[in-house]
C-alpha cells in the first residue's frame, strides 16, 4: 500500500476571499446603490408622515418630519444589520456587517453604528450655517469631507470606515455558498 503524499497544496485556514476586508469602492458603489433603495424608502416615508399629519406645505412640521425620517431609516439599517447583517445593495455586492469579533452585530451596537455613520455627512453640513456658506462652498465642503471620510479607511490595516471602528462593527466580505434547503437539486 503507498503512502500518501504529504499534503503540500493544503488549503490556508482562512480562504484569502474571508480573509481580505472588502475594498472601498466596492463599499462605496454599494453606498450609492443604498442611496437609490433610500429614495424608495424615504419618499413612503414622507408620503406617511404628510398623510398623517395633513401637511399642506413643505414648511409645515418640517423639524418633525426630519425626524420621522431620520427615525424610519434608521429602522431600516438597524432591522437589516441585525437580521443577517446585509440590506439590499449589501447582499447585491457581497457585504456583510459582523461584530469586530465576526458575531452577529445586536441592536444596541446597530443603533451605535447608525448615529456614527452621520459622520459621513453631518460635520460639513453643520459648516453651512455656522461659518454662513453658500451652497456651491457647502456643496464642496460635504465631497472634500467625503472624500476624506472614505480616504481614511485607506489608514486602517483592516480597511475598516472610522464609523465601523468607533462602533465596533466591520464591513465583511459575505460568504457565497449558500446552505443546501433544497435535497435533490
Known amino acids: 500500500m503507498p503512502t500518501p503524499a504529504p499534503a503540500t497544496d493544503a488549503l490556508p485556514p482562512h480562504p484569502p476571499a474571508a480573509s481580505a476586508p472588502p475594498t472601498v ?5 454599494a453606498l450609492a446603490y443604498e442611496g437609490v433603495i433610500l429614495f424608495g424608502v ?3 416615508a414622507g408620503y406617511l408622515f404628510s398623510t398623517l399629519t395633513q401637511q399642506r406645505n413643505g414648511l409645515t412640521h418640517h423639524n418633525l418630519l426630519a425626524a420621522w425620517i431620520g427615525l ?3 429602522i431600516y439599517f438597524v432591522w437589516f444589520w441585525t437580521h443577517g447583517g446585509q440590506t439590499l445593495p449589501m447582499k447585491t455586492w457581497r457585504l456583510r456587517v459582523v461584530s469586530a469579533d465576526g458575531a452577529a452585530v445586536p441592536a444596541m451596537r446597530a443603533i451605535v453604528r447608525y448615529v456614527l455613520a452621520w459622520l459621513w455627512f453631518l460635520p460639513p453640513l453643520a459648516l453651512h450655517p455656522l461659518l454662513n456658506l453658500s451652497v456651491p462652498a457647502t456643496l464642496g465642503a460635504c465631497a472634500a469631507w467625503f472624500v476624506l471620510w472614505a480616504a481614511a479607511a485607506q489608514l486602517d490595516n483592516e480597511r475598516q470606515f472610522p464609523h465601523d471602528r468607533l462602533a465596533g462593527t466591520r464591513i465583511v466580505t459575505a460568504d457565497l455558498a449558500r446552505p443546501d434547503t433544497k435535497k435533490g437539486r
Open 25 to 29: 469602492r466596492r463599499r462605496l458603489a
Open 42 to 44: 424615504v419618499f413612503f
Open 72 to 74: 424610519v431609516v434608521g
